[in-house]
T-cell receptor, first 113, second 110 residues
Framework: EAQVTQNPRYLITVTGKKLTVTCSQN?????MSWYRQDPGLGLRQIYY???????DKGDVPEGYKVSRKEKRNFPLILESPSPNQTSLYFC????????????FGPGTRLTVL | GEDVEQSLFLSVREGDSSVINCTYT??????LYWYKQEPGAGLQLLTY?????DMKQDQRLTVLLNKKDKHLSLRIADTQTGDSAIYFC??????????FGSGTKLNVKP
């Protein structure tokens, strides 16, 4: 089954404690991206990746890092989480950025205390 | 960044038509998309329209695109309670970034 998986689905942590949210897709997609969803703001793109070892900033990259060492995986790293990063995070993948359907993961709800 | 705007709420009665509107700023987008998010779930592609089209119909869904006014709309005919969800319009730009609207929460009353 074609899918995008994220782990964990729920996470409560404290300020400053490094964390990683994993994202994996099994569709051999080149394009992957991370979004955060906040009430009234819709989805905002954090980082995206056009292919292995190629990543770029989206609209709200501050406080986040990503890596793309393998095509299927695109982890999101919060080196020192802060309460304003409490949000719902989605990973997505697609064959390309602009002309193909983006497939979304189920979301990770992160709370930073 | 780009600006994609939607109204936040829409309430309709079952069987009526729903019209969800969206305005965008980047006129270079090749495609414009509508996504649906059901409670507790990720986003699923609902439909899309190629930028050189004015209208696209797909069963109960009709997408209208007015490029001059940068206005996109989604019409759902014979709205059902199962259509209750948040609907997002989205446009990618030529720099491979995706921009989503704030989402319109559709409430369908029986």
């Amino acid at each position: 089954e074609a899918q995008v998986t994220q782990n964990p689905r729920y996470l409560i942590t404290v300020t400053g404690k490094k964390l990683t949210v994993t994202c994996s897709q099994n569709m051999n997609h080149e394009y992957m991206s991370w979004y955060r969803q906040d009430p009234g703001l819709g989805l905002r793109q954090i980082y995206y990746s056009m292919n292995v070892e190629v990543t770029d900033k989206g609209d709200v990259p501050e406080g986040y890092k990503v890596s793309r060492k393998e095509k299927r995986n695109f982890p999101l790293i919060l080196e020192s989480p802060s309460p304003n990063q409490t949000s719902l995070y989605f990973c997505a993948s697609g064959a390309s950025a602009t002309t193909d359907t983006q497939y979304f993961g189920p979301g990770t709800r992160l709370t930073v205390l | 960044g780009e600006d994609v705007e939607q109204s936040l709420f829409l309430s309709v009665r079952e069987g009526d038509s729903s019209v969800i509107n969206c305005t965008y700023t980047d006129s270079s987008s090749t495609y414009l998309y509508w996504y649906k998010q059901e409670p507790g779930a990720g986003l699923q592609l609902l439909t899309y329209i190629f930028s050189n089209m004015d209208m696209k119909q797909d069963q109960r869904l009709t997408v209208l695109l007015n490029k001059k006014d940068k206005h996109l709309s989604l019409r759902i005919a014979d709205t059902q309670t199962g259509d209750s969800a948040i609907y997002f319009c989205a446009e990618p730009n030529n720099f491979n970034k995706f921009y989503f609207g704030s989402g319109t929460k559709l409430n369908v009353k029986p």
